[in-house]
Nanobody, 115 residues
Framework: QVQLVESGGGLVQAGGSLRLSCAASGSIFSINAMGWYRQAPGKQRELVAAITIGGSTNYADIAKGRFIISRGDAKNMVYLQMNSLKPEDTAVYYC?????????WGQGTQVTVSS
């Protein structure tokens, strides 16, 4: 089992920045990749960015050039630096961890970008 706790969401003006953090605990040795997804009201959950244990990153088009995903030295932390935020980035952001057996999800953190 892996437990995830997210933090760092909030309200920011358009053009501003936020940094999301996710701390994993439990069977972190089984983690293959960590990432961030988001879900806006009335829309499906979508990938924002992901990073493997080897450090390879994958960004959705919505994140390229604006967001940066990284992992902490302890390998149980994943961060999402979000810059140049837009009102359309408003959503609940979820931390995701992939293991060989299943995916785990955090409880979500709200990001609201005002125009």
């Amino acid at each position: 089992q892996v437990q995830l706790v997210e933090s760092g969401g909030g309200l920011v003006q358009a053009g501003g920045s936020l940094r999301l953090s996710c701390a994993a605990s439990g069977s972190i040795f089984s983690i293959n990749a960590m990432g961030w997804y988001r879900q806006a009201p009335g829309k499906q959950r979508e990938l924002v960015a992901a990073i493997t244990i080897g450090g390879s990153t994958n960004y959705a088009d919505i994140a390229k050039g604006r967001f940066i995903i990284s992992r902490g030295d302890a390998k149980n932390m994943v961060y999402l630096q979000m810059n140049s935020l837009k009102p359309e980035d408003t959503a609940v952001y979820y931390c995701n961890v992939k293991t060989m057996l299943k995916d785990y999800w955090g409880q979500g953190t709200q990001v609201t970008v005002s125009s």
